[in-house]
């Protein structure tokens, strides 16, 4: 489990973030995101997603508080949305396999504490054991327009079409980063 100091972005404490899959008996109240369509969607609809085997939701939290939340689902992206570099040169069809990133929200409390790269790392390493079972190339996300530079942090590439005015489609293209990772591991 990564230790995170909850006063600094650095990973260098005692203190501990854990990650938990939603269920009905987590107490959600005092959860307050900047986002009231985030709130929403944590407090009423993550577990109907669930149910219904539409996305998966899972916290984060600092001791026993949830500091944060992300929803993951699968989807494609369209080849003419990726830079050409990501293309895969022999695929002869026009949409990618990928996971998506349907919402992450963080606690106003917990803001700019690490609680989102924790996220995002934690779906990393999810989609990164996933691939060895099941065929995912990207990690999508439609970022806030006022996160995009969050996500381009970590790698994530503007796509180039299908921009929104309201949110900002991008995507992670995972293989390099597995085929790194499996070098270093059997090198």
Same mark, same amino acid.
């Given at each position: ?15 501990? &973030? $854990? ?11 005092? &959860? ?6 985030? *709130? ?12 219904? #085997? ?6 984060? #939290?600092?001791?026993?508080? +949830? @500091?944060?939340?992300? $929803?993951?689902? $699968?989807?494609?992206?369209? @080849?003419?949305?990726?830079? $050409? ?5 022999? #695929? /002869?069809? !026009?949409? =990618? +396999? ?14 700019? /504490? ?13 989609? &990164? ?5 099941? !065929?995912? /190339? =990207? ?10 530079? &969050?996500?381009?942090? =970590?790698? #994530?590439?503007?796509?180039?079409? *299908? ?5 900002? +489609? ?5 293989? +390099? ?11």
């Amino acid at each position: 489990m990564k230790k995170m100091d909850i006063n600094s972005n650095s990973p260098n404490s005692d203190y501990e &973030f $854990t990650i938990k899959t939603l269920n009905e008996n987590h107490n959600l109240s005092l &959860f307050k995101c900047s986002s009231p369509e985030l *709130n929403d969607f944590l407090k009423n609809d993550a577990l109907m997603y669930q149910t219904n #085997f539409l996305a998966q939701t899972y916290l984060c #939290f600092y001791k026993n508080e +949830p @500091a944060g939340f992300v $929803t993951i689902m $699968t989807d494609i992206i369209e @080849a003419k949305s990726i830079h $050409t570099i990501d293309k895969i040169a022999s #695929f /002869r069809y !026009g949409k =990618y +396999p990928a996971i998506k990133i349907a919402r992450l929200g963080v606690d106003s409390r917990f803001e700019r /504490r690490g609680v989102g790269s924790y996220l995002l790392f934690s779906v990393s390493i999810l989609v &990164f054991s996933l691939c060895k079972h099941v !065929g995912c /190339r =990207y990690i999508l996300v439609d970022s806030k327009n006022e996160s995009t530079s &969050f996500y381009e942090k =970590y790698g #994530f590439k503007i796509a180039e079409k *299908n921009r929104k005015s309201d949110y900002t +489609p991008m995507y992670l293209n995972i293989q +390099p980063i597995i085929t790194k990772r499996d070098l270093q591991e059997n090198g």
